[in-house]
């Protein structure tokens, strides 16, 4: 099965190798963190936001449920109408706390969820946070899975 994945440089498909790496035929590499991300990003980026702004953010969404409603009609939207082997993509993720609760709402095996953010502060955040959820095994087959869903352009 092809690759879905596009190079962020050059627009080819990429593919999982050795399901440490994104490669594309031009060879561009990006590398897979051992906490579980991938960064795509060409060049650092500096942004006003910080962990303190995440862990607001955080309490926020998953404590105080503020975007409770939202989180539950997106769920009942995606457990009434998605396929097997399903991708959920959250682009301007921040720490992930909505793609986790929507997510826990939907709780099933076959959602893959996918979150995508230029802040450093939140993926480090975002890759903590599910570290938890997730194990080297389980991380190792979203990456697979990944291969056969997302485009990135």
Sequence with gaps: MS???????CHEFVEVRALSS???INNHTFDF?????????????????????FDA???IISKVELYAPIHNRISDIITNQS???SLLFDAGSGEGSHLKMIQHKVNTETLTG???D?????????????????????????????TNHASLY
């Design 83 to 85: 396929a097997e082997n």
């Design 118 to 146: 230029i802040s450093k502060a939140g993926v480090m955040m975002a890759a903590k946070t599910m570290r938890g959820r997730y194990g080297l095994s389980e991380i190792l087959q979203i990456r697979r899975l990944l």
């Design 22 to 24: 994104l490669v594309c």
């Design 57 to 59: 953010r955080h309490r």
């Design 3 to 9: 690759s879905k994945l596009r190079c962020p440089l």
């Design 114 to 116: 996918v979150g995508l």
């Design 33 to 53: 963190a051992k906490q579980g991300y991938v960064n795509l990003l060409q060049k650092p980026v500096n942004t006003q936001y910080d962990d303190a702004l």
